[in-house]
């Protein structure tokens, strides 16, 4: 029976912290935010707006409350972003249903709707639809997503440059839209397949190009020793009696022919790889067809791979 009692009494202490800690820790975050919140009105005061936003952020982070929010608005609404703002203070509506003070909740209520209802007028607002929007589309505003049911509907927004892009598995549509104060738009936003950018193109290009400077080189090379060969042999390549016994009339004879087939080799394989780097930039990729892609080799190779 003893034991029986203490496994109980271990059990019941188990379970009194688990229900303790997390409430220790929002007993933390409260505290914590309540300095950050003390210390931003303080700068708030001094003049320092910026430092104050960051320390009002930070608190409603910890511990959402109405005080940092309305504080934040402010500093949105300072800043020219009427539609954070208007957004701050809608979120602040929800937020003050639990103020426990009825006087200080009405107050709050009656500041809050003024602003909203003075911001009304001077917001942007934008509509964005998806034409055939499949189930799992996904849109977001500089950044930042946006509901699926909240597609077709005007939204408030900042003014200034708005980045839209939706995307839908291997789909998406982008569209960069500029508001002002007061301005109304709608923006349809049609998914296409992503054109996937292509290295090989490139990398097959300059590889021609390596090649034919090669070739370039090689063919100079071929003109030098083949001069030096016919003033040598005095234009009589093929009965060749060398004034100077010392000239290496095999040697030369040698690297006259190394250069004519080196010469054309690496030329004729760089024309082709520029050709096909060419074609493989000017063409869109395809989900089915042929292309052509590098393969390793002997000097440089191509082969053909079917794409289905």
């Known amino acids: 029976m003893g ?98 003070n009825e006087q200080r909740k009405n107050e709050h209520d009656q500041f809050i709707r003024e602003k909203m209802r003075a911001l009304e007028p001077r917001l942007p607002r934008l509509t964005v639809v998806v034409d055939n929007a499949p189930g799992d589309v996904r849109v977001t505003k500089n950044g930042e997503e946006i509901p699926r049911g909240a597609l077709g509907t005007a939204l408030p927004v900042d003014p200034g440059p708005v980045a839209l892009v939706a995307t839908s598995g291997e789909l998406r549509a982008e569209e960069q839209v500029e508001l002002h104060e007061r301005e109304q738009k709608s923006i349809h936003l049609a998914l296409a397949p992503v054109s996937h950018a292509r290295a090989w193109p490139w990398v097959v290009g300059g590889i021609g190009i390596a090649a034919g400077a090669a070739g370039i080189v090689f063919a100079v090379d071929y003109g030098v020793t083949f001069a030096k060969l016919k003033d040598t042999c005095h234009g009589d390549l093929d009965v060749c009696r060398p004034d100077d016994p010392g000239f290496d009339l095999d040697g030369a004879n040698a690297r006259k022919n190394r250069d004519a087939a080196l010469g054309i080799a690496f030329g004729a394989t760089g024309a082709a790889l520029v050709a096909a780097g060419i074609a493989g930039i000017a063409t869109k990729p395809s989900q089915t067809g042929w292309q052509l892609v590098p393969q390793p080799g002997a000097l440089v190779g191509l082969a053909a791979r079917a794409r289905f």
């Open 3 to 100: 034991n029986v009692a203490a496994s109980r009494a271990f059990i019941g202490l188990v379970a009194l912290a688990l229900w303790l800690a997390p409430r220790a820790a929002e007993a933390g975050n409260a505290a914590a935010a309540e300095e950050l919140f003390n210390a931003a009105k303080k700068l708030k005061a001094e003049g320092k707006r910026d430092e104050a936003c960051e320390k009002f952020q930070a608190s409603m982070d910890l511990d959402p409350s109405v005080g940092a929010l309305l504080n934040i608005a402010e500093c949105h609404e300072g800043g020219g972003k009427i539609g954070s703002a208007y957004s701050d203070y809608q979120r602040a509506v929800e937020l003050n249903r639990a103020t426990p």
